[in-house]
């Protein structure tokens, strides 16, 4: 590193990383600080089972990623990054050997439909349709007034409905799955808003730009980001956990990847009283508990069409998956969960020994739960694919609380880091004109716990380092983070992985 920093950032997810990016492209010398031993917070790829199985530890799908403006101008492909595209966007088992099936062709997926084709063109087709519109308008700055106001329009009437109210237009159980198992990402029960506008944000990606993984794991995603960070001059530490702004060295804006209860504890009495109150009335989800699968073949689903998707909903019908929700947000652990699969191997070979699989699953549980639902996963598993369980090879199981006892931003388990009411979508993690800036000059929050949503798009991280570049800086352009700007546009070959 050159020097002193000018820029400080405390963690090294998508998000610390995309700050890092803009920062470092704007000039500044950037030192990032990463408790953990490794970078990438929830987007990384480690052996969790055995020798040769690559998982993924957080993130694995990524049409965020794609849709991200961030991500777009920083150009992964020109770095190495490949997304690798299965056939199926996303499969919904039902029980029978029938199963609810998205592809990248919403006339096909409709079709499937028979009885609610018409129904669902009329539902998810103005979201598909404009979801280039739509993602730019929910990724972009909420004081800016959108570029298409009547797409959005169109899509917030829809957006507003709770789940149980939307799936009403749709009758056969398999339109009905689709629903529930998108709207179910959003960690609420599905009588709540908007999970609507989430599950349907969510199909509208997949017939838009698809439901990829990256090849060699998503990894190669902040490796990237860390990569351009450092042929910029700047500097990333591992292993060194902050527990007070004191401990950091002295510079002009500091920049923290964490959550509104770790800024209310690092920061302590330099934020007003006032601040504090509302950073401690910020509110959690559920927890996930996470079981990752070496397999020494692919799972045998009953119905084919869900061999060829790399992402599963498995929570049955609509109706089932309903009450797995309703019952963790009653604080239960349910008997049959809702539980999201994500099967990388078939559409990226490099993730496992020839001939062998990893398969990613999790499902939602209360806060802070310590219940490994191993059993009950593998048992909705089985419930779809019979032969499932003597496939496994080895397993690692990390419950709701062993998620934030390794990242501390999942309080409680909670991978979106705050509940996705509209309140707190709007106004994360306080209300304020500008979420990033806290009263302490200098200091911002850029994790996912500002807007615009949580997942991998990065621009929580460009924004609040946009709001530093401005405030401390008087730099009002928004830099050029493109690989020809900051780092030979002739580099093709991945990142390694790892710090
Ligand atoms: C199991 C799981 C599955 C997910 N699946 C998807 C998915 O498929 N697609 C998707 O788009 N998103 C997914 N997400 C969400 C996505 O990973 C997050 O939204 C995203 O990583 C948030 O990025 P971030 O930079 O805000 O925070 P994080 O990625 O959480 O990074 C924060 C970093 O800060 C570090 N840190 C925190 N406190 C300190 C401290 N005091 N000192 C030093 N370092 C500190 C942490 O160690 C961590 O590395 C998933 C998350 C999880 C956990």
Redesign the pocket.
Known sequence: MRGKPDAVI???????LAAAVTLSAAGLNVLV????SAI????RTEELTLPGFRHDV?????P??LASPFFRRFDLAARGVRFAYPEVEFANPLDGGRAAIVTRSLAETAARLNADRRAYQWLVGPVATHNDEIIQALLMPLRRPPAHPFVLARYGLRAVLPASVAVQVWHTPEARAILAGAAAHAMMPLTSVPTAGIGLMLTGLAHAVGWPVVAGGSARITDAMADAVIAAGGSIETG????SLSELPPAAAVLL??SPR?LDR?AGDRLPGRYRAALRRYRYGPG?C?VDFALSGPVPWTNEDCRRAVSLHLGGSYEQTAAAEAEVAAGKHPEQPYVLVMQPSIVDPSRAPAGRQTLWT?CHVPAGSDVDMTDRIEAQIERFAPGFRDLILARSVRTAAE?EAQ????VGGD???GVQSVRQTVFRPTVSWNPYRTPVRGLYLC??ATPPI????GR??ELAALSALRDRFGIREVPDISPDHMRPASTTEPAPSGP
Request: proline share 6%.
């Open positions: 405390v963690g090294s997810g998508p998000n610390g600080i990463e408790g953990a990438g917070g929830g987007c957080c993130s694995a799908g990524h965020l990623a060194r956990w902050v527990n990847d964490i770790a690092l996930v996470k999790y998620e990242n501390p931003n999942y991978i979106a880091v994790s996912s949580p997942g991998v798009h929580c991280g």
